[in-house]
């Protein structure tokens, strides 16, 4: 016969080396301001996600260009909003993958609409 505390560390020893000790990455969200709309005009640029593509200003672009034209409208055509619209169809790693991408560009603000 086994004792109890036996069979309470065989117990211990399952559960520590049957669970995960991963730390999945943080993807931060800003909330936004409440501020004054008359301090600067926002040029905004459309960006719409779906599961088979990626259109910005309805142009059709891969992810890996985003950031190249995002910089690129940013100079040229003094954009500094992007209008995510993400469809249904599109999986959750498509949108952290792209709200990654518009991350790393400085001087743009974000809104996700529906």
Known sequence: MTSLIDIIF????FFMLSST??????????ASGGGNPARQASVPAFLKLSADRLLLN??????QALQAEIERLRTSANVN???????ET????????TLLVLRRSTGISLQIVR
Not at 21 to 30: I, T
Not at 58 to 63: C, F, P, Q
Not at 81 to 87: G, H, K, N, R, T
């Open 90 to 97: 599109a999986s959750s790693q498509q949108l952290v993958d």
């Open 21 to 30: 000790f991963s730390r999945f990455a943080d993807v931060e969200l800003g």
């Open 58 to 63: 309805g142009s059709e672009l891969s992810n």
């Open 10 to 13: 065989l117990l211990l020893l």
């Open 81 to 87: 909003a992007v209008i995510l619209s993400v469809d």
